[in-house]
């Protein structure tokens, strides 16, 4: 059995759920992030975003759903082609090697893992290879409810 660990300067994305307002910016951002454009309104104008992370609510309770990149996770334990791994402690999808089986899914416990269009799934992959440095998901949230640190 191998024991992942997230060693020295792993960050990750955590939500501070009293600052949440369910704006919905990060999910426009993260569709952005994915786009390569430099500009976000010729990216999605006309489209609905397709964020790998979404906000769900709760009553009054707003919160954002992404990819906790598991110490131990079971949607690469449960992929049967290898397509999901673990890289640098971020868990990444090689959408070449995936066959669309959706086990990866079914085998998430938070719901982070989404099919797309063309039948592969996509998921939050920490888009930090920006200016900011940080996910396009945190950069944007006005209120600062998401966080990108290290809580080893």
């Not at 979404?54 to 290898?82: A, D, M, N, W, Y």
């Not at 086990?103 to 416990?109: D, E, R």
């Not at 063309?118 to 200016?131: A, F």
């Amino acid at each position: 059995m191998t024991i992942y660990t997230w060693g020295s300067g792993m960050k990750r994305v955590y939500v501070d759920e009293k600052w949440c307002i369910g704006c919905r910016l990060c999910e426009y951002w993260c569709s952005f992030a994915s786009t390569n454009e430099k500009d976000m309104v010729k990216a999605l104008k006309g489209r609905e975003p397709k964020a790998v992370l979404t906000i769900e609510q709760l009553g009054k309770l707003s919160f954002s759903v992404s990819c906790r990149h598991c110490v131990e996770p079971l949607c690469v334990k449960g992929c049967i082609t290898g397509a999901l791994q673990r890289v640098d402690g971020v868990i990444k999808v090689d959408r070449d090697r995936c066959v669309g089986c959706y086990t990866c899914i079914a085998s998430c416990p938070y719901g982070a893992i989404f099919p797309t269009e063309m039948g592969v799934v996509d998921k939050c992959e920490l888009c930090t290879n920006n200016i900011h440095k940080v996910p396009q998901c945190v950069y944007a949230c006005p209120n600062r409810a998401l966080v990108f640190e290290d809580r080893g």
